[in-house]
């Protein structure tokens, strides 16, 4: 499985980046107000860092719209993943834009129903966000198993990205699903590395390590 950072900070993506563990990122609207750069220079910065995807949401909800920007910001660089809502506009856009050997992302998408709509419109990639549907009382990762079954049993070739993740144990819970990808903010993916025996046996491994004579 695939894991991408969902943010737009840089400090945060060099660092994560530095792991060796980073194949991608997300962006939003939310997370690039908070950098107080421009959508275009904050992905294009970010594409300097990351070799993988990395997808950038268009603000437009009609179709003239979300063709425009799509294809502004296709051109930034070659790794941009245009973002697209769940919406009939959004289809409609993602086909077209498809077409144009565009890569896309269609996100906000809740149900499996809207996933098979996406995968057939072709997009790249389509995000459950798992975390929004836990909040209204249904299961995200419940989502996530079914639309990997259906993906498998029609061979569709659009990838399922988890989105919203707040804890941990989901991005066990996405890799046991079979999800191609988890996109994990920054503190999910420090506590990722986390655990307290880990802590514990290598204070145990430092303190007899000075123990060991020297000659």
Known sequence: MKLFLDTANINEIREIASWGVLDGITTNPSLLSKEGISLEKSIKEICKLVKGPVSAEVISTDLAG??????AYSKWAKNVVIKIPMTIE??????????????????????????????????????PFIGRLDDAGESGMTL?????????????????LVA?????????EAAIAG??????????????????????GLKKFIEDSKKIPKK
């Open 90 to 127: 959004g289809l409609k856009a993602v086909k077209i834009l498809t077409k144009e050997k565009i890569l896309t992302n269609v996100t906000l998408c809740f149900s499996a129903n809207q996933a098979i709509l996406a995968a057939k419109a072709g997009a790249s990639y389509v995000s």
């Open 66 to 71: 979300m063709l425009k920007e799509g294809r």
């Open 164 to 172: 919203s993740i707040r804890e941990p144990r989901q991005v066990t």
């Open 179 to 200: 999800a191609d990808i988890a996109t994990v903010p920054f503190a999910i993916f420090q506590k990722l590395i986390a655990h307290q025996l880990t802590d514990i």
């Open 144 to 160: 996530v198993e079914e639309i990997v079954q259906i993906f498998e049993n029609y061979c569709f070739m659009t990838e399922v």
